[in-house]
T-cell receptor, first 115, second 110 residues
Framework: DVKVTQSSRYLVKRTGEKVFLECVQD?????MFWYRQDPGLGLRLIYFSYDVKMKEKGDIPEGYSVSREKKERFSLILESASTNQTSMYLCASSQDGGRSYNEQFFGPGTRLTVL | QKEVEQDPGPLSVPEGAIVSLNCTYSNSAFQYFMWYRQYSRKGPELLMY????GNKEDGRFTAQVDKSSKYISLFIRDSQPSDSATYLCAMNTGRRALTFGSGTRLQVQP
């Protein structure tokens, strides 16, 4: 069974704090993704990584950075949290199957509140 | 304009009803079309995928793609309370990243 785990289910931080969200997958997948999910806006891609130390910007990378030092672990960093980053954050992973539908497997999400 | 448009609902139906969920899209390069189901407080899970145009059936679920109209549908027959969830359409060109719709919340009343 594919498992994607996220470090916290709920997180409350203050404006200006540095926030780390961690994601770990156990299926040796090449690709890992970070999304945020907001009502009415659906899932929006923040960043993804297709290999260790490689990353690509998604649709909304501003205010975020990522780190992938090991294949199984992908971290999302909010350098200076702001209230508009209050959201549900979802991590996903997929195997690199060439040109394919590339099924993504999701973690349970981290609900981040920035006060 | 968003690349993928999906009515957010909520959609409320009685148990046993046929449910139709839809998405429209603007990027003609999309080739793979997927439906993910997301239960409350969980991450999305892949329900079905279709390559290019046509229909695909899996039990009570049928996915339909009309590339000429840039329109995809998911039909649920004999809907059950356990089908209550948010349904997200997703699509890609065969590359790694998916583009998601905003999701339709479905409530099946017993």
């Amino acid at each position: 069974d594919v498992k994607v785990t996220q470090s916290s289910r709920y997180l409350v931080k203050r404006t200006g704090e540095k926030v780390f969200l961690e994601c770990v997958q156990d299926m040796d997948h090449e690709n890992m993704f970070w999304y945020r999910q907001d009502p009415g806006l659906g899932l929006r891609l923040i960043y993804f990584s297709y290999d260790v130390k490689m990353k690509e910007k998604g649709d909304i990378p501003e205010g975020y950075s990522v780190s992938r030092e090991k294949k199984e672990r992908f971290s999302l960093i909010l350098e200076s949290a702001s209230t508009n980053q209050t959201s549900m954050y979802l991590c996903a992973s997929s195997q690199d199957g060439g040109r394919s539908y590339n099924e993504q497997f999701f973690g349970p999400g981290t609900r981040l509140t920035v006060l | 304009q968003k690349e993928v448009e999906q009515d957010p609902g909520p959609l409320s139906v009685p148990e046993g009803a046929i449910v139709s969920l839809n998405c429209t899209y603007s990027n003609s390069a999309f080739q793979y079309f997927m439906w993910y189901r997301q239960y409350s407080r969980k991450g999305p899970e892949l329900l079905m995928y279709t390559y290019s145009s046509g229909n695909k059936e899996d039990g009570r679920f049928t996915a339909q793609v009309d590339k000429s109209s840039k329109y995809i549908s998911l039909f649920i027959r004999d809907s059950q309370p356990s089908d209550s969830a948010t349904y997200l359409c997703a699509m890609n060109t065969g590359r790694r990243a998916l583009t998601f719709g905003s999701g339709t919340r479905l409530q099946v009343q017993p």
